[in-house]
């Protein structure tokens, strides 16, 4: 019988605060300016190595904010701060209205963050009440549970949210998508697929006549993993999707709740 206990996968959020993630954005912007980086190169400005867990997870947070866009693919991924975080970083007017609801609109982008507002708006239940509802009725994993929560209410409260509503219509549609490129592989952070997903469509993929099956793995039980190219396929090409799928396993995007069956 196997006895290897289920490994409970958090719904996705970011991993800072909106305060904090801010101002990696202004550490960035001191140096890069309007310009874009290399990843690694952003990623150092932060003091992070290239492979660093933890500065790819506040990547995925800058992004999930709406203030960080990333463009590329592979070793060639580039960061560049959006127009929104730079009306923000940019704006130095005392008491500006218009800065202040950008930091409302960036703080309610993840859409954990827009369930919860929905669900609370600025009356913040205690902290053991929010855990619960995240644990029991989010997913969340106990362990992290607490780190979420304290962030959450730094942002509400840096934002200006607690206790207040935003101007006109204070509910926040949960259906509408959080960054506008649809390259952001990070934004898979609030759109991490599951196994369930994955595994809606069962009918065999039809290749065109422009198309080549690569390769064909069974990679665990009930799983096998096709590899379908178009245009030329060369090393370069290979390299670059290796290079992708390790990026993405870092960011723990093809992690569920339960591990592949070896």
């Not at 202040?100 to 913040?124: R, T």
């Not at 929560?149 to 949960?174: C, R």
């Not at 469509?201 to 390769?215: F, N, R």
Request: with cysteine.
């Amino acid at each position: 019988m196997d006895t290897k206990p289920k490994r409970v996968r958090s719904p996705a959020y970011p991993a800072v605060s909106v305060k904090v993630a801010l101002k990696k954005a202004e550490d960035f912007y001191e140096v890069e300016g309007r310009n874009e980086a290399f990843l690694t190169v952003a990623l150092s400005h932060w003091g992070y190595s290239p492979t660093s867990g933890n500065g790819l997870k506040l990547v995925a947070a800058l992004s999930s904010y709406g203030l960080a866009v990333v463009s590329g693919s592979g070793n060639n991924r580039k960061l560049k701060l959006s127009d929104l975080a730079l009306r923000i970083l940019l704006d130095k007017r005392e008491g500006s209205q218009e800065k202040l609801q950008s930091i409302q609109s960036v703080a309610l982008k993840p859409k954990i963050h827009q369930k919860l507002w929905n669900l609370w708006k600025g009356n913040l239940p205690s902290q053991a009440n929010m855990s619960h509802h995240l644990i029991f009725d989010e997913g969340f994993n106990e362990k992290f549970v607490g780190s979420f929560v304290k962030d959450y209410i730094e942002t509400i409260e840096f934002a200006g949210l607690n206790n207040s509503s935003i101007e006109g219509n204070s509910e926040v549609n949960e259906s509408e998508e959080d960054i506008e490129s649809d390259d952001e592989f990070f934004e898979v952070e609030n759109d991490r697929p599951s196994v369930a997903t994955a595994s809606i469509a069962q009918a065999p993929v039809k290749l065109t006549s422009e198309e080549v099956e690569i390769a064909k793995y069974p990679v665990a039980k009930n799983c096998t993993i096709r590899i379908i190219g178009k245009g030329e396929i060369n090393r370069k090409a290979i390299e670059a999707l290796v290079a992708q799928l390790n990026l993405n396993l870092q960011l723990g995007i093809f992690d569920d709740e339960t591990d592949l069956e070896e």
